[in-house]
């Protein structure tokens, strides 16, 4: 599993894909929360608080996550590599799981310089470091697990088509839905208990119950079970494909 992780890490940053992708996630961040005018913008809001990245991120993540993990499995099977890699003495969970740990970390790498900006909302306010650090833990701990989410229906994404173009729409669609769909999809009902439970299925209440900084169990729960569902359709997808 490590070779393939190692392999999965070398490839994104020995082409310019890693660092361009890396790049365009601090790129728009930057513009949006510190130089376009908007509801993003952290000087329009008055308040030195950097809620408005955590509303803006997971948007970002449903663009750039299925734009990493799009060529995982499509390529391989384009050019033949996949097949050599099924006959390896390596099992099909550790490679699925290399890969997902390989495409993981470069997320990890794309949020890790946005700290500085806690460093800038502290000197922000009036009072300097006058912020709720809980929160901001909290909204980077659900961010991790949100893209953990999004890690794997990327990859499961990726074994549907050898075509990493149709691999990138599917993965986008799919985190939509996973992120905004139910939510959109629970206004189309009156009644409070049933929208709530609608909403509850998809992953942006469970996402802003962590930002809010209240790290219940039922939520990460939700993270992990969703993640490991994802890596169990891309296991089987990888059986079913001929060797």
Request: aromatic residues 18%.
């Amino acid at each position: 599993m490590f070779a393939i992780f190692k392999r999965e890490v070398q490839s994104f940053f020995t082409s310019p894909i890693g660092y361009m992708i890396v790049g365009l996630f601090l790129l728009l961040n930057g513009l949006f929360l510190w130089v376009f005018k908007g509801d993003f913008n952290i000087f329009d809001y008055g308040f030195a608080d950097l809620g408005n990245l955590f509303l803006l991120a997971p948007w970002i993540f449903i663009f750039l996550v299925p734009a990493i993990t799009m060529k995982s499995f499509s390529e391989e099977r384009k050019v033949g590599t996949l097949e050599l890699l099924l006959i390896k003495p390596i099992s099909i969970w550790k490679l699925v799981l290399g890969k997902f740990w390989g495409a993981f970390l470069l997320c990890v790498i794309a949020v890790l310089p946005t700290i500085i900006y806690v460093f800038a909302i502290s000197n922000l306010g009036i009072t300097e470091g006058n912020f709720d650090l809980g929160v901001v833990l909290g909204s980077y701990f659900g961010l991790l697990f949100l893209i953990g989410a999004y890690t794997s229906i990327g990859l499961f994404s990726s074994t549907l088509s050898d075509n990493q173009i149709v691999s990138f729409i599917i993965g986008i669609l799919m985190c939509f839905l996973l992120f905004n769909g139910f939510d959109a999809m629970s206004s189309l009902f009156s009644d409070g208990e049933t929208q709530q439970f609608i909403q509850e299925i998809g992953a942006r209440s469970h996402f802003d119950s962590i930002a809010r900084g209240i790290v219940d169990t039922r939520d990460l729960m939700y993270f992990v079970s969703l993640t490991l569902f994802f890596l169990y359709l891309t296991f089987l997808r990888l059986k079913q494909l001929p060797r």
